[in-house]
């Protein structure tokens, strides 16, 4: 069975922020054929696409398996109501947020999933803790590197490392 690489984001922006992205990360170790390789720092982030609500932090996690695309995608929806995130609003607040950013290059898109994640050259706040652990990574659609596009990126807010780290 082959190993592949996968990249993915984390955020918080309700409760104990910091506490619902490490107990993502612990319990996204504990799934079976997944191994974390690497964290990125914690940053603290404006909100995207609705201002109106609290600052997410956000990071991000390579990881490998041998799970597909939508096995692993199961696995994390189910982390998600673990930790806590209930049903909302588009781009409001949660609890948790875990995407597939991308999935060792493949180009995926069924229903309820699409990799690359959209829009993830769009998206500061994604771009800058991906760029930290994969600057190097390559966009399967664009053929830009993350940090290619983390210089091309015109998405407005804030994006400040925090105190907080992942321990992974």
Not at 96 to 112: H, K, R, S
């Amino acid at each position: 069975m082959n190993l592949r690489d996968v990249f993915l984001g984390l955020g918080s922006n309700l409760g104990e922020r910091q506490v619902a992205l490490q107990n993502a990360a612990k319990a996204i170790g504990r799934i079976p054929d997944v191994k974390i390789v690497w964290g990125s720092p914690v940053y603290e982030t404006e909100p995207y696409g609705n201002s109106d609500q609290p600052a997410f932090l956000n990071a991000a996690l390579q990881v490998e398996t041998i799970l597909d695309p939508a096995g692993l995608f199961q696995e994390l929806q189910q982390i998600e109501k673990e930790v806590g995130r209930k049903e909302g609003e588009r781009w409001g607040p949660r609890e948790i947020d875990i995407d597939i950013l991308v999935y060792d290059g493949l180009v995926f898109d069924e229903a309820n999933l699409r990799v690359p994640h959209p829009d993830i050259e769009r998206r500061k706040f994604v771009l800058v803790p991906l760029n930290d652990i994969a600057p190097d990574l390559v966009h399967p659609v664009s053929g830009l590197t993350v940090s290619e596009m983390l210089r091309e990126c015109r998405s407005g807010g804030s994006v400040v490392r925090s105190i907080h780290s992942l321990k992974v």
